[in-house]
Protein backbone atom coordinates (compact mmCIF):
# COMPACT_ATOMS: atom_id res chain seq x y z
CA UNK A 1 0.00 0.00 0.00
CA UNK A 2 1.45 3.04 -0.76
CA UNK A 3 1.91 5.94 2.04
CA UNK A 4 2.01 9.76 1.58
CA UNK A 5 4.06 11.73 4.07
CA UNK A 6 3.51 15.35 4.47
CA UNK A 7 5.89 17.77 5.89
CA UNK A 8 6.85 21.33 6.21
CA UNK A 9 3.84 22.80 8.11
CA UNK A 10 3.68 24.70 10.75
CA UNK A 11 3.09 28.42 12.45
CA UNK A 12 3.73 31.54 10.49
CA UNK A 13 3.09 35.18 10.41
CA UNK A 14 0.79 36.53 7.68
CA UNK A 15 3.37 37.35 4.82
CA UNK A 16 5.28 34.83 5.64
CA UNK A 17 6.48 31.74 3.93
CA UNK A 18 6.37 27.99 4.14
CA UNK A 19 7.07 25.20 2.08
CA UNK A 20 5.18 22.02 2.15
CA UNK A 21 6.67 18.72 0.59
CA UNK A 22 5.44 15.15 0.17
CA UNK A 23 6.65 11.70 -0.77
CA UNK A 24 5.07 8.99 -1.44
CA UNK A 25 6.86 5.52 0.07
CA UNK A 26 7.49 3.92 -3.15
CA UNK A 27 7.66 5.27 -6.94
CA UNK A 28 4.68 4.36 -9.19
CA UNK A 29 3.02 5.32 -11.99
CA UNK A 30 1.82 8.62 -10.84
CA UNK A 31 -0.83 10.61 -13.11
CA UNK A 32 -1.16 13.89 -11.03
CA UNK A 33 -0.65 15.10 -7.91
CA UNK A 34 -2.60 17.86 -5.65
CA UNK A 35 -2.43 19.82 -2.43
CA UNK A 36 -6.15 20.06 -0.93
CA UNK A 37 -6.67 21.93 2.63
CA UNK A 38 -9.25 21.93 4.92
CA UNK A 39 -10.33 24.71 7.95
CA UNK A 40 -12.41 23.80 10.81
CA UNK A 41 -15.64 23.58 10.23
CA UNK A 42 -15.36 23.86 6.29
CA UNK A 43 -15.23 21.13 2.86
CA UNK A 44 -11.99 20.08 1.91
CA UNK A 45 -10.82 22.14 -0.86
CA UNK A 46 -8.59 21.97 -3.73
CA UNK A 47 -5.43 24.35 -3.35
CA UNK A 48 -3.41 22.82 -6.72
CA UNK A 49 -2.92 19.80 -8.80
CA UNK A 50 -0.01 19.26 -11.35
CA UNK A 51 -0.52 16.43 -13.56
CA UNK A 52 1.76 13.98 -15.65
CA UNK A 53 3.15 17.13 -18.19
CA UNK A 54 3.12 19.80 -15.83
CA UNK A 55 0.21 21.30 -16.66
CA UNK A 56 -0.82 23.02 -13.17
CA UNK A 57 -4.05 24.25 -11.67
CA UNK A 58 -4.40 26.83 -9.26
CA UNK A 59 -7.64 27.51 -6.69
CA UNK A 60 -8.51 31.67 -7.50
CA UNK A 61 -7.75 32.13 -3.68
CA UNK A 62 -3.69 31.19 -3.72
CA UNK A 63 -3.26 32.41 -6.99
CA UNK A 64 0.06 33.90 -7.93
CA UNK A 65 0.98 33.13 -4.03
CA UNK A 66 1.58 29.52 -4.24
CA UNK A 67 3.21 27.05 -6.47
CA UNK A 68 3.34 23.44 -6.83
CA UNK A 69 6.34 21.56 -8.57
CA UNK A 70 7.61 18.08 -8.66
CA UNK A 71 10.97 16.85 -7.40
CA UNK A 72 13.46 15.66 -8.86
CA UNK A 73 12.03 12.49 -7.84
CA UNK A 74 9.10 11.44 -9.35
CA UNK A 75 7.09 10.27 -6.19
CA UNK A 76 7.65 14.24 -4.23
CA UNK A 77 5.72 16.92 -4.71
CA UNK A 78 6.11 20.56 -3.13
CA UNK A 79 3.74 23.48 -2.65
CA UNK A 80 5.48 26.80 -1.66
CA UNK A 81 3.47 29.45 -0.36
CA UNK A 82 4.23 32.66 0.04
CA UNK A 83 2.11 35.78 1.01
CA UNK A 84 0.52 33.97 3.73
CA UNK A 85 -3.00 35.12 5.06
CA UNK A 86 -4.85 33.91 8.36
CA UNK A 87 -7.29 32.84 6.04
CA UNK A 88 -5.05 30.01 4.30
CA UNK A 89 -4.92 28.20 8.12
CA UNK A 90 -5.91 24.61 7.69
CA UNK A 91 -4.86 20.92 7.29
CA UNK A 92 -2.73 20.83 3.82
CA UNK A 93 -3.30 16.70 2.36
CA UNK A 94 -1.21 15.81 -0.35
CA UNK A 95 -2.99 14.00 -3.17
CA UNK A 96 -1.47 11.17 -5.62
CA UNK A 97 -3.73 9.57 -8.10
CA UNK A 98 -3.60 7.05 -11.27
CA UNK A 99 -6.01 5.62 -13.47
CA UNK A 100 -8.55 3.78 -10.73
CA UNK A 101 -6.30 4.67 -7.54
CA UNK A 102 -6.11 7.51 -5.26
CA UNK A 103 -3.79 8.10 -2.08
CA UNK A 104 -3.90 10.44 0.49
CA UNK A 105 -1.26 11.72 3.30
CA UNK A 106 -2.37 12.20 7.09
CA UNK A 107 -2.15 15.85 6.69
CA UNK A 108 0.54 18.87 7.34
CA UNK A 109 -1.32 21.25 9.94
CA UNK A 110 -0.43 25.05 8.54
CA UNK A 111 -1.34 28.16 11.07
CA UNK A 112 -1.06 31.62 9.96
CA UNK A 113 -1.11 34.13 12.54
CA UNK A 114 -2.35 37.79 12.21
Known amino acids: QVQLVESGGGLVQAGGSLRLSCAASEAFMINGMGWYRQAPGKQRELVATIISGGKTNYADSVKGRFTISRGNAKNTVYLQMNSLKPEDTAVYFC?????????WGQGTQVTVSS
Open 95 to 103: RMWQIARDY
